[in-house]
């Protein structure tokens, strides 16, 4: 339990962090955009302002999947993760259209006015930034298994690909090569939008109830077939719920067995298979052999 409270606090810890990355990153690239006349610096800014809205529906997402469950929801809430990622994609995608909208636009009314020094120093700081909360974030991430703190950080690493983007943009503009900065802004853009797709693919993919890894299914089958009555496993299936992995197992025992050993033999298969990582619920059904000359 203390565990389960310490990735609680460890997700949240990440998910608030973001967004205050992100909200400071929103001011400051706009601004220093503006002022120093960098379209891909705005178009960079803007997707950080898409990030701080998508890291705030992360930390409301986050809190409503640790709800218990209750009457209404017999399996919990898990699933508001993959309800957030969703969102997070959608505002991804729409940042990703307008930006390039406004860089196609730009074509259109080329501005003679080059980029400052300044837009250049703060385009460099905001990588190095960037990539610390992508390492950060993908490192918790990992540890609690969370889906929608793994988007943030994938959208982190974006950010890191399109501020280098903003960063060569600028100093293609600065040297005075024609739309260069709008092109910066243009391929920004693109980049957003296909990150967005990505992730909302992987939400659609949670929410079809997904298969946990090969890893943790091979793990599941050795936990049970550690029990010595336990002959074989005849059929597993196991579903993604937010962070959390939900298992159906049916295991082969011999078929002289009581009701009373076979049951205690269940009951001691799901107790093994629930202290494994990330499992929520195991339902162990119990089958006869199919020969009583049982090994």
């Known amino acids: ?43 960079d ?28 929801h017999n399996y919990g809430h898990a699933k508001a993760e993959a ?57 918790v991430a990992l540890a609690t ?7 943030q950080a994938l959208d982190s690493r974006m950010d890191v690909i399109s501020s280098l983007v903003a960063t060569a943009a600028i100093v293609g503009a600065m040297a005075g090569v024609p739309h260069f900065d709008a092109i910066g802004a243009l391929v920004v853009a693109a980049l957003v939008a296909w990150l967005g797709i990505e992730i909302f693919s992987q939400a659609a993919n ?10 943790q299914v091979n793990r599941i089958i050795e936990v049970a077939l550690d029990d010595a009555e336990v002959l074989l496993v005849n059929e597993l299936r196991t579903r993604v719920s937010g962070t959390r992995i939900l298992v159906d197992v049916e295991i082969e025992v011999s078929r002289t067995l009581s ?17 494994l990582p990330r499992v929520q619920d195991v339902m162990v059904q119990v089958n006869p052999a199919s020969s009583p000359k049982e090994t």
């Open 145 to 151: 298994g969370s889906h929608s703190l793994m988007a």
């Open 259 to 275: 009701l009373i050993d076979a049951h205690q033999i269940a009951h001691r298969v799901k107790t093994r298979i629930m202290q």
């Open 45 to 72: 800014g803007v997707h950080s302002g898409a990030d701080l809205v998508s890291s705030l529906v992360v930390v409301v997402g986050l809190k409503v999947s640790r709800i218990p469950p209750d009457e209404g």
């Open 206 to 215: 949670d929410l079809m109830d997904r298969a946990a890894d090969p890893d």
């Open 1 to 43: 339990m203390a565990s389960e409270e310490h990735k609680g606090r460890a997700e949240s810890r990440s998910a608030w962090w973001g967004a205050f990355g992100n909200f400071a990153l929103t001011v400051l690239k706009i601004a220093v955009g503006i002022v120093g006349h960098s379209r891909a610096l705005i178009a």
């Open 83 to 139: 309800v957030a990622q969703k969102v997070v994609a959608l505002f991804l995608i729409l940042a990703g259209f307008e930006l390039g909208d406004n860089a196609v636009r730009a074509f259109g009314h080329p501005t003679v006015v080059r980029p400052s020094g300044v837009t250049l120093a703060v385009a460099g700081v905001v990588v190095v930034m960037k990539l610390l909360m992508y390492v950060r974030q993908r490192k």
